[in-house]
């Protein structure tokens, strides 16, 4: 028996590490806003506790020693990034932030040696910041409705087309851009391609910055609404194969999903945490909150609902660093991206309404918690997607019977088992009928 669900020791000592360097020194420096992020703040608050992360060797975790991570693997990787998912500045400061990490993943993979030299050693070392410019205003995710079209003149892509959501544009120096390059090929999962761009070239224009939520100025956001108006790059922008998007893309968000499954589960410990301290310290005219059962069933559903999540994203992991293939694992990841937001909202809303009128406003986490629970739901795709992916992969272990009663036909079973056993029930009645009582004779006959 190979099961445990114990944590070694020496990778038990580290996650004690980023426990207490979340709490003194990461979360506190999140209550900075803006004054963290800027270059200068960057400088000045996230770059030391960077440095301090590459000392306990726990920088870009989810790179393999050759790109200059641990190699850790998927299921280390999930204890490590449900300490960081509690807090939105961890990624950045451990050198995991998204979508730095998918970028530098497929770069890694699919990249030439002037693709890795000019961009993936500035991702890793967190100097520079990328976007994931895919989906699109008409069609989504959907690679089959993508308008943007990339056409070569000479030895130059010539790019023209709108891009939503690509998180990050106006922080970016790489734009990493799917376009239609091949729109008649046979078939349709290789008519697109990815490009490096570089977010300054001639004709990329941010049209606006959309935010995600309620609330802010139009504008004010930072999920870029990018327009690719005849940009011109050179012929080995392309990143891998013509046509080979879709391939690339799989690759990128396989690992991407899981990551984001990883991280949640910190996010709904803490508002469980969060929900428990006001429990336990909030008093009413009844006594305690934590007295009160309805409270006590809303805990309980949280921590069973988070529980059992968990298990899922490990053994999801598992199953990732058993087979190194996410296609293997398409199933399990697709199953792990549907219960996300289902579990994040309730937890996140329970925690809400038992804070009251201050759990809905700005001066808790929780509202935020709530969007983020829907985006969890549509970003690299819709959960009815999902939905759909594990249906199928389940369906494929089953073949159908189509006699007029199927074969798992109670009637139909119990003539097949008085079949079986024939002789062994013959024995019995003989036996029954020995001693000279037929009650015991009819146990051995069925209806």
């Known amino acids: 028996m190979a099961w445990d669900f114990e944590t070694d020791p020496e990778f038990q000592k580290k996650l004690d590490w980023v426990e207490e360097f979340m709490r003194e020194e990461v979360e506190p420096l999140s209550h900075l806003g803006m004054a963290a992020h800027g270059p200068l703040g960057r400088q000045k608050f996230i770059k030391p506790l960077q440095e301090k992360v590459k000392a306990q060797g726990l920088w870009a975790c989810h790179l393999g020693p050759e790109l200059g991570g641990q190699g850790y693997g998927q299921l280390k990787l999930a204890l490590l990034n449900e300490k960081l998912g509690r807090n939105g500045l961890a990624p950045s400061v451990f050198g995991c932030q998204a979508p730095d990490t998918g970028n ?142 879709f391939v690339i893309a799989q690759v990128r968000l396989g690992g991407g999903r899981i990551h984001h499954a990883m991280r949640t589960i910190g996010s709904c410990r803490h508002a469980l945490d969060l929900m428990c301290k006001r429990a336990v310290s909030r008093t009413t005219r009844d006594g305690k909150l934590a007295d009160l059962q309805l409270v006590q069933q809303d805990i309980a559903d949280s921590w069973i609902e988070l529980e059992s999540f968990r298990l899922l994203v490990l053994r999801t992991a598992w199953l990732i660093d058993k087979h190194k293939d996410y296609n293997k694992v398409r199933k399990d990841i697709a199953a792990v991206k549907v219960a996300m937001p289902k579990v994040y909202h309730n937890i996140a809303t329970r925690a809400a309404h038992l804070h009251g009128a201050l759990g809905v406003s700005n001066e808790m986490p929780f509202m935020h918690m709530v969007t983020s629970s829907l985006v969890m739901g549509i970003a690299d795709g819709p959960t009815e997607v999902h939905k759909v992916t594990v249906a199928k992969q389940i369906l494929k272990d089953y073949r159908p019977d189509n006699d007029l009663f199927p074969a798992y036909h109670i009637p139909r079973l119990r003539e097949e088992a008085r079949e079986r056993f024939k002789d062994q029930l013959a024995e019995l009645k003989a036996a029954y009928e020995a001693e000279g009582g037929r009650g015991g004779a009819r146990a051995t006959e069925t209806a």
Request: charged content about 25%.
């Open 104 to 245: 530098a993943e497929i770069i890694a993979h699919y990249g030439t040696e002037e693709q890795k030299e000019k961009w993936l050693k500035p991702l890793l070392n967190g100097d520079i910041r990328s976007a994931f410019s895919m989906s699109e205003p008409t069609g989504g995710s959907d690679p089959l409705t993508f308008k943007t079209r990339a056409v070569l003149e000479g030895k130059e892509w010539v790019i023209n087309g709108e891009k939503w959501f690509s998180t990050n544009a106006r922080y970016s120096k790489l734009l990493v851009v799917y376009a239609v390059t091949d729109p008649d090929a046979k078939d349709p999962y290789k008519r697109t391609s990815i490009f490096l761009v570089p977010t300054d070239t001639p004709g990329v224009e941010i049209i606006r910055n959309v935010a995600v939520g309620g609330g802010g100025e139009i504008g004010g956001g930072t999920e870029g609404y990018v327009r690719y108006n005849n940009v011109r790059v050179p012929y080995d922008a392309l990143l891998g194969e013509r046509g080979g998007a």
